[in-house]
Every structure is written in C-alpha cells, then in structure tokens.
C-alpha cells in the first residue's frame, strides 16, 4: 500500500517540487551547520570533533531530511516520519524557521557565485592578452555584482518573514537614498567611471598602468564598478577610487616597446658603435629563447642626442605586452658586453682645465703663513698648530722681509 502511494505521488509534478525543496533546503541548513563545524574544529579535540559531531549531524540531518520528504509526499502509511516531517515543516514556517531557511539558501547561492560567473563569463586563456584580461576584469565585476543581488534580496526576505513591511521600507530607504545621494556625488562618479572603463576595455586585471601622470603605478589586481586596486613592484597596494583616475597610462595594451639607449664617449667611434648595437640587437631576436617575444624586426634609429657626457645611441624593440621589461634587461647586459669588447671607452663628463691666474711667475709659500704657532689655552699644555698653507706671489715679499726670515 505504502508503494502504491509512493508511486501515485511521483507521478503528480506538484509532488516533485515539494519534494526538490525540500531536499533542496535540508541541503542548505546541512551546509550552514556544516561550515560552522569546521569553523569549531581548530578549538575542539580532534577526535570529538570528526567523530561525534560531525557523524552525529550527518545522521540527524540525513533523518530530517527523510522525514520531511516523506511528509512533503503525503506518504500517510509511514506514520512516524510523517509525524516528525510534519513538525519539522511547521518549524519551518514559523518566522524563525524561515530566516533560517532564508539564510541557508543565501549561504549556498553565495558560494555558487564563482561558478555561475565562470559560466557568465567565458574562460580566459592562460597567455596575457586583451581577451584574458578583459575576462578575467568582468568575472570579477560579475561575482561582486551578485553578491550584491543576494544579500538584497536575503535581506529583504528575512525582513519580510520576521513581519516587516518590505514595501514601505523599500518607499522610505528610496527617498533616503535620493536624499544621500547628493552628498555621495563622489561614489556615483566612481561607479559611473568604473562602468565606462569597462565598457570601453581601458584597462583590466593584469595590466601594468600608471596613473595621473605616473604619481601611482603598478599592476592592476581587482577591478570593480567603484574600485581599482594596484599592485606596485615593491608590493605596496593602492586603493584608487575609480572616480580619481584622470590619466591612466597602460604600459601593456596590445604591445609594448622597448626604448633601448646607449651612451658612448664623445669621442668614440660612432659609426663603429651603431654596427655594434645593430648586432647585439638582431643577435637578440634571432635568439631561440628570446624571439618568441618579439612582435617585429629590432630599429636601430642611430644619434639621438649629443651632450657633454657622451653620444646617446637609440634602438626600438617591438615586443608581446608586459615582455618590455625581461627584454630590455637582456639588452641592456648584452650591449654593456659588447661594448666593453670593442673597446669603444666609457662615457663620462668632459674634463675642464681651470686656470686661477694668467701671471707666469711662480707662486713660493708664504714665509708668515708657514711658520706653526703654539696655542697654550687648550688644558694648559702648548699644542702646535699649522695654518693652512697658502701660496703668494714672490714679488709680493718686501725686500725686508727676504732679509730677516729667508724662505726655507
């Protein structure tokens, strides 16, 4: 008779949705426990942790969860669990119950939030380019944006459930919320930037940038709607609101390019040094470890600058983004090798003779001047003092003076 029951109430449709909720909300509630179990556990002994408390609500849970299906299917003919499911569902329904119902099920929705953005969102690729960072950039925006929808709507379901007008509230925080709105006009224009940014791709998650001028630079590590966060090469975090970003400069959009200089001496060969570049560079790309990285053939544009302390020499070097900065090191230590080895001096400031006087007499030291004195008021002992030797002129010595005190 019980199968008989059983089976007549699986084939109604209306019995497989009481059935999928709750089993659906045991779930839910089961997790919840579950979760502050493990949270115990670091404070519990091990042993009564794993074995008691966890075994003991994975039987009780397991039970409610039987006992309330046979209730949600009517299954009259098993009169215990349909008891015990009966009260189990009234518990439910009561205000308490349903907030915990309530919160279980928002609980379980925020931990599927990853999962439901990764299938929003299409999977990124493991290589750094636009498609990666632009997806990785809306997976973020798209979990943060429906956190944000569950914890509303749980919020406005358990208000609802412990008696509280949602309607009228929702009327009251509207007015309140226009009225805060004009002294939040800074939070608005973050968001409404932080739209623009990614609707318009500026920049995303794990891009390089520098920002209002390089005053803050680094990698970009999460992006939301009102936030960008950065992650400078020494490791500091910047916390930029998105309403403050006036420039951005985005060393890592499409391609990069490194600006490759080198200074030789004034008076090196120019010539001689420009060959020398010009083989470092092409040695570079045609390195098997390196030309993957390249994006075009190396530029050696020649003399850019000239200067006291030398010649300054300039080649580009097209490269995959984020690569400039590998590359440019690699560079910089071949061509200090190489220019080393051809011998070509090392650029520094021109030397500058400075003459103090045009007379060609010869300077002798100061006859006066060169003589030490005793110093007597230090403790009372006589310490010799030498003057700073200074040169004079010969012609400047009276003949009296070369007659009494010749010079030594």
Not at 117 to 131: D, Y
């Amino acid at each position: 008779m019980g199968v008989d029951q059983l089976m007549i109430q699986l084939s109604q449709p209306v019995s497989w949705l009481k059935l999928g909720f709750t089993l659906l909300v045991a779930y839910a509630v089961w997790r919840v426990v579950a979760a502050l179990l493990s949270l115990l556990t670091p404070s519990v002994h091990r042993r009564l942790a794993v074995v008691l408390l966890r075994w003991l609500w994975n039987l009780l849970a397991l039970y409610a969860a039987v006992a309330a299906a046979v209730h949600a299917l009517g299954l009259v003919d098993v009169p215990l669990l349909y008891d015990q499911g009966g009260v189990i569902a009234d518990s439910f329904r009561a205000s308490s119950g349903q907030v915990v119902v309530v919160a279980a099920m928002a609980f379980i929705a925020w931990n599927l939030v990853t999962l439901a953005a990764r299938r929003l969102v299409p999977e990124a690729s493991t290589e750094f380019n636009r498609r990666s960072v632009r997806v990785q950039t809306l997976t973020g925006v798209t979990e943060g944006s429906l956190r944000i929808v569950i914890l509303i709507l749980a919020g406005i379901t358990v208000l609802q459930a412990l008696g509280v007008n949602a309607s009228a509230l929702l009327a009251g925080v509207s007015v309140l919320g226009l009225a805060v709105g004009f002294g939040a006009q800074s939070l608005i224009k973050d968001v409404f930037t932080g739209f623009f940014i990614l609707l318009e791709d500026q920049y995303g998650v794990g891009d390089i940038i520098r920002v209002n001028g390089g005053a803050l630079s680094g990698t970009v590590e999460r992006l939301s709607l009102r936030l960008t966060v950065l992650r400078a090469l020494d490791g500091t975090v910047h916390l930029i609101p998105n309403g403050q970003m006036l420039t951005v400069s985005v060393s890592s959009k499409d391609w990069s390019q490194v600006l490759a200089t080198y200074l030789v001496p004034n008076g090196a060969d120019i010539d001689r040094a420009l060959e020398v570049m010009e083989q470092v560079a092409s040695g570079l790309h045609a390195d098997p470890q390196w030309q993957s990285r390249f994006l075009a053939l190396p530029e050696v544009q020649g003399v850019t600058s000239l200067s006291s302390d030398g010649t300054e020499l300039r080649a580009l070097l097209k490269v995959l983004p984020k690569a400039q900065f590998a590359v440019g090191r690699e560079f910089n230590r071949r061509i200090k090798v190489a220019m080393d080895s051809a011998d070509l001096g090392v650029p520094g400031p021109a030397a500058i003779e400075v003459r103090l006087s045009q007379d060609s007499a010869p300077l002798v030291p100061s006859p006066i001047l060169d003589r030490p004195t005793i110093d007597k008021s230090v403790s009372g002992s006589p310490v010799a003092i030498v003057p700073t030797v200074t040169s004079v002129d010969e012609r400047q010595i009276t003949p009296e003076a070369k007659k009494t005190d010749p010079p030594r």
